[in-house]
T-cell receptor, first 112, second 112 residues
Framework: DAGITQSPRYKITETGRQVTLMCHQT?????MFWYRQDLGHGLRLIYY???????DKGEVPDGYVVSRSKTENFPLTLESATRSQTSVYFC???????????FGQGTRLTVV | QKEVEQNSGPLSVPEGAIASLNCTYS??????FFWYRQYSGKSPELIMS????GDKEDGRFTAQLNKASQYVSLLIRDSQPSDSATYLC????????????FGGGTRVLVKP
């Protein structure tokens, strides 16, 4: 039972580069979310998806792009990475009709 | 005013004592409330959910909800060193659909 997995776990990239963070869940949950966690800001929602091909912006979407062509995958792309995007990124999923959300193990991204 | 407020701590608790964590929120229409535990360097882990006014107990954990006063609390009885972590309060504001809003978290230190 793999649940929800993120890859890579750690990533260092240079300013201006495009980078994609992957999120895969095996539960067939309808809802998926991307959060970033920074000291002093807690967890903030970047994007979320209610189903395949349905995505919407969260609190801090600028500089990020998402897609959801398959229910189980929800990749997050930083189109042109900036130092301010250095953070820990968490993916989460939630089954429709159930209120609890569950998190992946996180990706620590450093932009240099 | 932040949507979800928590004292950042650290809350220092002797082993065996009760740890009491509080969370206040601004959206009166919020319906579902959650407590997540996050160990350093790890992902948030759901430990309690509560939807109705009153108390909900699960093992050593008790969640308390008072919608009229707009606060939710978490009690940890018989605190153990393994309870040392950051505890995140989360809720769904009324107009937010399935999106979770998080507080900044309270760091708890249980001293042997």
């Amino acid at each position: 039972d793999a649940g929800i997995t993120q890859s890579p776990r750690y990533k260092i990239t240079e300013t201006g580069r495009q980078v994609t963070l992957m999120c895969h869940q095996t539960w067939s949950h309808s809802y998926m979310f991307w959060y970033r966690q920074d000291l002093g800001h807690g967890l903030r929602l970047i994007y979320y998806s209610a189903a395949a091909d349905i995505t919407d912006k969260g609190e801090v979407p600028d500089g990020y792009v998402v897609s959801r062509s398959k229910t189980e995958n929800f990749p997050l792309t930083l189109e042109s990475a900036t130092r301010s995007q250095t953070s820990v990124y968490f993916c989460a999923s939630q089954k429709q009709g159930v209120l609890e959300a569950f998190f992946g193990q996180g990706t620590r991204l450093t932009v240099v | 005013q932040k949507e979800v407020e928590q004292n950042s701590g650290p809350l220092s608790v002797p082993e065996g004592a009760i740890a009491s964590l509080n969370c206040t929120y601004s959206d009166r229409g919020s319906q579902s409330f959650f407590w997540y535990r996050q160990y350093s360097g790890k992902s948030p882990e759901l430990i309690m959910s509560i939807y109705s006014n009153g108390d909900k107990e699960d093992g050593r954990f008790t969640a308390q909800l008072n919608k009229a006063s707009q606060y939710v609390s978490l009690l940890i009885r018989d605190s153990q060193p393994s309870d040392s972590a950051t505890y995140l309060c989360a809720l769904r504001p009324k107009a937010a659909g399935n999106k979770l809003t998080f507080g900044g978290g309270t760091r708890v230190l249980v001293k042997p």
